[in-house]
């Protein structure tokens, strides 16, 4: 079945280590996105890719970084120096212009000690 | 820019009680896209309903309706006699169509939380 899978699903991390979560989907579409969720603040947009090795900072970029090198592939890779990393982060895709069907992971619940 | 509000931070209701969910949007595109998901406490998000900005029509899906009104900028979710398994947080979110490119973005309220007991 077509889907996004990320991996994994609980993570956890000391502080100060970068991390790389895990976003793949087979669903051949070409723009793909990280959201963090945190209690009480909804989803706010991380990065964004509109095609391969293409990507654009969203919302609250600061303390992340991304890479698109295959269209099935959109790694986000939380660094030390994103303060505050423990979240929920989600993973979502978009096929064409006018294709407006959202396909989300799973999540990946992050936790830096 | 962008902004979805969701005023109500948690409801509880009994179940069998008809609740209403209030969705309150701002753009400035004229052709924008609405949707609500539901985020059970697994934590994925489930796709309830899009809805585009030139249907104005309401929508009875179930025990689910939705009412657009472009007059108010609002997208209302009522669930009808409420049952436990709906205990979520839900969110509505937007997107805009020109502009934006094929990578439109959504930008999300900050969700209910939804609690329906027995």
């Known amino acids: 079945d077509g889907g996004i899978t990320q991996s994994p699903k609980y993570l956890f991390r000391k502080e100060g280590q970068n991390v790389t979560l895990s976003c793949e989907q087979n669903l051949n579409h070409d723009a793909m996105y990280w959201y963090r969720q945190d209690p009480g603040q909804g989803l706010r947009l991380i990065y964004y890719?509109?095609?391969?090795?293409?990507?654009q900072k969203g919302d609250i970029a600061e303390g992340y970084s991304v890479s698109r090198e295959k269209k099935e592939s959109f790694p986000l890779t939380v660094t030390s120096a994103q303060k505050n990393p423990t979240a929920f982060y989600l993973c979502?895709?978009?096929?064409?212009?006018?294709?407006?069907?959202?396909?989300f992971g799973s999540g990946t619940r992050l936790t830096v000690v | 820019a962008q902004k979805v509000t969701q005023a109500q931070t948690e409801i509880s209701v009994v179940e069998k009680e008809d609740v209403t969910l209030d969705c309150v949007y701002e753009t400035r595109d004229t052709t924008y896209y609405l949707f609500w998901y539901k985020q059970p406490p697994s934590g994925e998000l489930v796709f309830l309903i899009r809805r585009n900005s030139f249907d104005e029509q309401n929508e009875i899906s179930g025990r689910y309706s939705w009412n657009f009104q472009k007059s108010t900028s609002s997208f209302n979710f009522t669930i009808t006699a409420s049952q436990v398994v709906d205990s979520a947080v839900y969110f509505c979110?937007?997107?805009?169509?020109?502009?934006?490119?094929?990578?439109?973005?959504?930008?999300f309220g900050t969700g209910t939380r939804l609690q329906v007991t027995l």
């Open positions: 979110a937007l997107t805009g169509f020109i502009n934006t490119g094929t990578a439109s973005k959504l930008t």
């Open positions: 979502a895709s978009k096929g064409g212009q006018r294709d407006y069907g959202y396909t």
């Open positions: 890719s509109q095609i391969v090795n293409d990507f």
